[in-house]
């Protein structure tokens, strides 16, 4: 089922898209889109989100777990996350989650910083 990125929340359980290709190094990574040529620089704590969405966890899950990890605001790291899939989605990253054809994609890279 496709959606709209917009239509991403908490209750969400987006998976990768499995074109695109990973590396990573030092707890950050870079994403490759074949298809597009589209390449993404990820900081640390979106790189794990980033391999946190084919494990089936809601993204309530992943920020619960990353809010304790780094003992921060449950609100604002579920925030964070929602936004960051999100722009995962904008850019074409996301298993059934795109832009319709007459959108546009997001240029900014997602999570970085």
Same mark, same amino acid.
């Given at each position: 089922? +496709?959606?709209?990125?917009?239509?991403?929340?908490?209750?969400?359980?987006?998976?990768?898209?499995?074109?695109?290709?990973?590396?990573?190094?030092?707890?950050?990574?870079?994403?490759?889109?074949?298809?597009?040529?589209? /390449?993404?620089?990820?900081?640390?704590?979106?790189?794990?989100?980033?391999?946190?969405?084919?494990?089936?966890?809601?993204?309530?899950?992943?920020?619960?777990?990353?809010?304790? +990890?780094?003992?921060?605001?449950?609100?604002?790291?579920?925030?964070?996350?929602?936004?960051?899939?999100?722009?995962?989605?904008?850019?074409?990253?996301?298993?059934?989650?795109?832009?319709?054809?007459?959108?546009?994609?997001?240029? /900014?890279?997602?999570?970085?910083?």
């Amino acid at each position: 089922m +496709r959606r709209e990125p917009a239509d991403i929340d908490g209750t969400s359980a987006p998976t990768r898209s499995p074109e695109v290709l990973t590396a990573e190094l030092d707890g950050e990574a870079v994403l490759y889109d074949p298809r597009t040529g589209a /390449a993404m620089v990820l900081n640390a704590t979106a790189t794990l989100v980033w391999r946190s969405l084919d494990s089936g966890a809601s993204l309530e899950s992943v920020a619960r777990r990353l809010s304790q +990890r780094f003992d921060t605001d449950l609100d604002q790291v579920r925030s964070e996350v929602v936004e960051v899939v999100r722009g995962f989605g904008r850019n074409g990253l996301l298993e059934g989650a795109e832009l319709a054809p007459d959108d546009g994609g997001d240029a /900014a890279p997602a999570g970085d910083g």
